[in-house]
């Protein structure tokens, strides 16, 4: 029997709980208040949170430090409108005119002309998607009671369209043009992470294949405006080809007795920060983001003993490893700060390039050469590491308990 089947199953809760020691928490109202205090306690608790300058993959898209530049802007913004409701337009119509603004500018920068699309089947009631697709699009089809299904992904590790077509059935929301519009459904395309770097990365030349609304087809995209948008966090957009579409965003009600009501369905967010910056700026962020991913590329090319996974568009480099565990790697190099993403089918670890990293991509590749070294020539589980987790996790059979474990460690998490 290989070593990671033996973790039971209290060990990989225990193990994923050991930062969750929670003594001294509040579970009841304080009997006299703080006052003031409370922000101090709350710095405090800040303070035990992880340095992630420089070192997060992703998670951080603006650059230099919180208290300063960007980060500033932004928090002098959320404070002057923390306390609005943007249910009550009529109250705050600052801040509708924030939103409208925001949604604009990020329709524009990508193809959107809001031509009309003849005619489109609504019926949501089954999706398909790459199995590399995000898992929030698991979240969205529990939470809609949407069918889903993950179909295979290419060599390169892109949206196979043969595997697509099998799937296809006349009750389908689907995400790929041609398809999409000869069998007249939807096609939605997840740009959370690309919508603020493709178009920039295409207008400064680099070779991007076409993923906007200029696809004929495309019905819908959604840009998380708080990655490389440098937006605060909470706050996405989704586009719409059309209004035709759009409509069926909004709930009307019309019995209740608190009067007649319109809601979005999905709650919307201010978004402040996009105002400030600039297309220019905007392009020198992308052409920054661009060097040091193909920089980081390089580097891994150039260590024999990983492999790149896929041909990256952007800015997110998954690596795996014939040689060294790639999870020992990703430990050792977790205890040298960073924090990547760790990744199964093929187990890899990936980074997601941002401002962050621009000026730290040398320390990063010596780091990541120094830790392939050091599991190489000590392969092993690192102490307080994951690597026997997440390579247990990926190999076992039985998919339903790894399942149960996971939400055991959120039912304890909570
Ligand atoms: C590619 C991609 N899609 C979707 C999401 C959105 O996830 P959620 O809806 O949980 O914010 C993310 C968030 O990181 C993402 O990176």
Not at 140 to 146: D, H, P
Request: proline share 4%.
């Amino acid at each position: 029997m290989e070593e990671e089947e033996c973790i039971t199953e209290d060990e990989i809760v225990d193990k994923l709980q050991a930062s969750g020691n929670r003594d001294g928490w509040r579970t009841e109202l304080p009997r006299s208040g703080l006052g003031d205090k409370v922000v101090e306690q709350m710095k405090d608790e800040k303070q035990k949170d992880v340095t992630w300058q420089d070192k997060c993959s992703g998670t951080m898209y603006i650059g230099g430090n919180e208290n300063e530049g960007h980060f500033s802007l932004i928090n002098e913004a959320c404070s002057m409108f923390a306390h609005t409701n943007p249910l009550h337009l009529s109250v705050f119509p600052s801040v509708v005119r924030f939103e409208a603004e925001v949604v604009a500018m990020t329709a524009a920068i990508l193809g959107s002309k809001e031509k009309s699309l003849k005619s489109v089947s609504f019926i949501h009631d089954c999706r398909i998607i790459p199995v590399s697709a995000h898992s929030a699009y698991d979240k969205a089809a529990q939470y809609f009671k949407i069918k889903l299904w993950r179909v295979s992904v290419d060599k390169e590790f892109r949206a196979d369209v043969k595997a697509v077509k099998r799937h296809i059935n006349k009750n389908t929301i689907m995400d790929l043009g041609d398809l999409a519009s000869s069998y007249r459904i939807c096609f939605h395309v997840d740009l959370c992470r690309g919508g603020f770097v493709l178009p920039f990365a295409r207008k400064l030349g680099h070779p991007v294949p076409p993923f906007d609304f200029t696809v004929q087809g495309v019905t819908s995209i959604s840009v998380d405006v708080h990655k490389y948008g440098l937006a605060p966090k909470g706050t996405s957009v989704v586009l719409y080809r059309n209004r035709e579409i759009r409509k069926h965003q909004f709930v009307a009600v019309t019995e209740w007795t608190g009067g007649v009501v319109g809601f979005m369905f999905l709650q919307r967010l201010l978004e402040a920060g996009l105002e400030f910056i600039c297309l220019a700026c905007y392009l020198e962020n992308t052409k920054e983001i661009m060097e040091a991913s193909k920089r980081i590329q390089k580097g891994i090319q150039e260590i024999p003993e990983l492999f790149a996974i896929g041909r990256p568009d952007m800015s997110i480099i998954a690596f795996g490893s014939d040689v060294v565990d790639i999870f020992e790697v990703n430990d050792v190099l977790s205890s040298k700060g960073w924090h990547l993403n760790a990744f199964q089918r093929p187990s890899s670890v990936h980074i997601c390039v941002t401002l962050q990293h621009v000026p730290v991509v040398q320390i990063f590749l010596k780091d990541l050469r120094d830790s392939v070294q050091t599991v190489k020539e000590n392969p092993g589980p690192v102490n307080g590491g994951f690597a026997p987790i997440y390579g247990a996790a990926g190999k076992m059979p039985d998919r339903g308990m790894v399942q149960d474990l996971l939400v055991e460690f959120m039912d304890n998490s909570c």
